[in-house]
C-alpha cells in the first residue's frame, strides 16, 4: 500500500500573464496516487463501465471533456487506454454499455458510451496535437508478429517505453481485421489510416509484405527470435472455422470444393485485398456474429436481391450490438433462426443449390452465457441459394511456428501469468491466445502484456497500476440531467447505402447531441463522503436525495482484499455509527453537497492511471 501527496494549481483560462505579479483566481487541491486495494476496489465497484472495458478506459472522465468542450481532451483521454479511439468509437462492441448504472432498473437508458468515444475524435480540432510521455532509450529490442489491433497496441506502449519496435505483417497495410474483416461502410479508411500510423509514429519500425513462416520466402521464426531481445505473437484469429456437416461421408471441407459457396472470413479478407467479388440473387449466411452480419450486409451492397442469415438459436442471442443487426434488417436482410445446417445439395454441375437445415428448440443454458440448439427429429427441411457464405467461426493459425512451443487443450499457445509462452523470451497476446473475441478485447491484452515484456526486459517494473484522488470543488452535473432522453446516431438513408462499398452508415453525433448525452453520465468516478465528525445528523441530505443513496449505518463490512463490502443499516438513532452515502445508489446530482448545513460533505475524483515508478 502506498499513497504520495502532490500540489496541483488551477488556473484561470483567461488568466493575464502580460504583466508582472498579475494573477487570476488560483485554487490549489491535493492529489493523491494509492495502491490501497481499498481504493482500487472502489474503482472497480462503483465504476462498472471502466471496469468492464478489457482496456481501463476511464469513460468517466472522457465524457466530462465533451461536457466541458474539450473535445481533444476527451480523445486524449480515450488513446490513453485503447490507442484507437475513431475506429473502436465505431466498431467497439460495447461492453461497458450493458453495465452502465444508466441503463439499471429504474434508471432509464444506458449512456451511449461508445458513440461518444467516436464523438470525441470526430469533434477534436484538425490541429489536434497528440501529447505522449516518452521514456529515453531502453537499448532493448521488440519483434511483434502481426500488426492487428493486439499487435499494434503493444507496439504503442512499448515504443513509449524506449524499446526499439519491429512489426513483421504478411499483408501489404497494417491493420489485420480492422482493415482487411471490416467492411467500409463501418470503418472508414481514413480514420484507420490515421490511427494506425499514430501508433506507430514513435519510431516503430513497420515492416509490410513480410511473412513469417516456413516456405522458402518466408522469414523463420526462430531467426527472429535471435535477432531481438524479445519476441511477441499477435496473428490473431486468420482461419475460418471448418462447416460440419452430419450428411458428409468423408472428412473433406466441402465448402472449399463448391465454387458459389465460400468461407465468410475469406470473402471478406478477399474482397478488401482488392480481389473482384461476386454474389448471385439469393445469398445464404450461415453464422451468427459480426462476420456474418458484415457478409449479408456485403452481399446486399453487391446487388442480392435477397440476403438471409440462418442461426442455430434465436436472434436473441447474437452476440453483436442490437443496432447492428437493426441496420442490417432495415437493409433488408433477413434473419432466420433455431437451424443447423447437416448437409448440401448440390446440381449435376457441382454447384451448390441448397442447404438442408434440421429445425431446433432452445435447451439450456452453455456455460458461455447462450442456449443450447437441440434438433428435432424429423424436421430437416431445404433453404435454396445461389451463393452460400458460411460464417460459424474463426481458429488461430500456428503452423507457422518453427520453434517447439507448448499448446493449450484448444491448440492455441499456452502463456503463463505474465503473457510468456514456454520459450524463453517468447510472449503472446489477442485473440492468438484467447481465440477469436473483440477488438477492444485484444487492445486491451495487448497493452497488459507489454507492460510485462517491458518488465521481463528491464528486469523490474517501471510503469503500474495507481488510483489518482483529487478533490473537486463543486457538483459537476445536476439533477435534471437524469431526464436527458438517450440520443439516438443518425444513419445514412437506406436508399443511399448502396451505390458504393465506402459510404459510411452511421453519420456521428454533431456537438448538441454529444454534449446532451455527454451530460446523462452518472459520473460515477465522483466520490460522495460525508465527514462524521462534522456531521450534526440533521437528515437534511436524506430528505433532498432523489433516491435511497444515503443511509443510517451500524456498521460496514470489510472483504479479505481490504475492499468495503456491504452495508449494516439501521433505523434506531443510538445505533448509528455514521451517516453513509451509497455510491451504488448514488446518480451525483449534488442535492445532499448544496443542502448540508455544515459543509461536511467532500467530493473527490477516483481514477485508475498508470504511474511512472
Not at 437508458?109 to 531502453?138: F, M, Q, W
Not at 432495415?330 to 437445415?357: K, S
Request: glycine share 8%.
Amino acid at each position: 500500500m502506498s499513497s504520495e501527496k502532490i500540489w496541483r494549481i488551477h488556473v484561470d483560462e483567461g488568466e493575464d500573464f502580460s504583466k508582472p505579479n498579475v494573477f487570476g483566481r488560483r485554487v490549489e487541491s491535493t492529489v493523491r496516487y494509492s495502491t490501497d486495494p481499498r481504493e482500487i476496489g472502489w474503482v472497480r465497484e462503483n465504476v462498472p463501465c471502466q471496469t468492464a472495458c478489457p482496456a481501463d478506459t476511464n469513460i468517466p472522465a472522457y465524457i466530462r471533456m465533451i461536457v466541458e468542450n474539450r473535445y481533444g481532451r476527451s480523445y486524449e483521454l480515450n488513446r490513453i487506454a485503447n490507442v484507437l479511439p475513431g475506429v473502436l468509437g465505431r466498431i467497439c462492441s460495447r461492453p461497458c454499455e450493458p453495465v452502465c448504472r444508466h441503463g439499471w432498473p429504474g434508471n432509464g437508458e444506458p449512456v451511449n458510451i461508445c458513440h461518444l468515444k467516436r464523438a470525441a475524435a470526430d469533434l477534436k480540432t484538425e490541429g489536434h496535437r497528440l501529447s505522449e510521455d516518452l521514456y529515453s532509450p531502453s537499448g532493448k529490442t521488440v519483434a511483434i508478429i502481426g500488426g492487428g489491433p493486439a499487435g499494434l497496441a503493444a507496439a504503442h506502449d512499448l515504443s513509449l517505453l524506449g524499446h526499439a519496435v519491429t512489426i513483421y505483417e504478411r499483408e501489404t497495410r497494417a491493420g489485420g481485421m480492422l482493415r482487411y474483416g471490416i467492411p467500409e461502410f463501418r470503418l472508414p479508411r481514413e480514420i484507420l489510416d490515421v490511427e494506425v500510423h499514430n501508433t506507430t509514429r514513435m519510431g516503430v519500425t513497420l515492416k509490410t509484405g513480410v511473412t513469417v513462416g516456413n516456405n522458402g520466402s518466408d522469414i523463420k521464426l526462430s531467426q527472429i527470435r535471435e535477432q531481438f531481445d524479445s519476441v511477441l505473437l499477435t496473428t490473431g484469429c486468420m482461419a475460418a472455422i471448418a462447416l460440419p456437416l452430419r450428411d458428409l461421408e468423408d472428412d473433406r471441407d466441402i465448402v472449399l470444393d463448391l465454387p458459389n459457396v465460400e468461407y465468410g472470413l475469406d470473402f471478406l479478407l478477399d474482397l478488401h485485398r482488392g480481389k473482384t467479388k461476386t454474389v448471385g440473387k439469393r445469398v445464404a449466411v450461415v453464422g451468427a456474429g459480426f462476420t456474418a452480419l458484415d457478409c449479408a450486409r456485403v452481399a446486399k451492397r453487391f446487388g442480392a436481391e435477397e440476403v438471409t442469415i440462418h442461426l442455430r438459436t434465436t436472434e436473441k442471442y447474437i452476440p453483436v450490438m442490437e443496432e447492428e443487426i437493426l441496420e442490417a434488417k432495415r437493409e433488408g436482410v433477413a434473419i432466420r433462426g433455431l437451424r443447423t445446417p447437416v448437409g448440401l445439395i448440390t446440381d449435376d454441375q457441382g454447384n451448390g443449390t441448397g442447404v438442408r437445415f434440421v429445425q431446433n428448440r432452445l435447451g439450456a443454458w452453455r456455460a458461455t452465457g447462450r442456449r443450447e440448439a437441440i434438433p428435432i427429429e424429423g424436421s430437416e427441411f431445404i433453404e435454396p441459394f445461389d451463393t452460400l457464405l458460411v460464417a460459424i467461426g474463426q481458429k488461430t493459425v500456428n503452423d507457422y511456428i518453427d520453434i517447439e512451443v507448448e499448446l493449450d487443450r484448444w491448440g492455441n499457445v499456452k502463456i503463463d501469468d505474465n503473457g510468456m509462452t514456454s520459450v524463453n523470451g517468447l510472449f503472446a497476446a489477442g485473440d492468438f491466445v484467447s481465440g477469436a473475441s473483440t477488438v477492444i478485447q485484444a487492445v486491451g491484452h495487448g497493452r497488459d502484456i507489454s507492460l510485462q515484456i517491458d518488465e521481463w526486459l528491464m528486469g523490474r517494473q517501471r510503469r503500474r497500476k495507481v488510483v489518482r484522488i483529487e478533490a473537486v470543488d463543486e457538483p459537476l452535473r445536476e439533477r435534471r440531467f437524469d431526464f436527458i432522453p438517450r440520443q439516438h446516431m443518425p444513419t445514412e438513408a437506406v436508399s443511399d447505402r448502396f451505390n458504393d462499398m465506402t459510404s459510411e452508415v452511421e453519420l456521428g453525433f454533431d456537438k448538441d447531441a454529444a454534449l446532451e448525452e455527454a451530460k446523462r453520465c452518472y459520473l460515477c468516478y465522483l466520490n460522495y463522503e460525508i465527514d462524521i465528525d462534522n456531521c450534526i445528523y440533521c437528515r437534511a441530505c436524506i430528505d433532498v436525495a432523489p433516491r435511497d443513496c444515503i443511509k443510517l449505518v451500524k456498521d460496514v463490512a470489510i472483504q479479505p482484499d481490504g475492499t468495503y463490502g456491504s452495508l449494516e443499516e439501521t433505523k434506531e438513532w443510538d445505533q448509528v455509527g455514521a451517516i453513509w452515502i451509497d455510491n451504488g445508489e448514488c446518480i451525483r446530482c449534488g442535492a445532499c453537497y448544496q443542502v448540508c448545513p455544515t459543509h461536511c460533505i467532500s467530493i473527490s475524483r477516483k481514477e485508475i492511471m498508470y504511474q511512472d515508478i
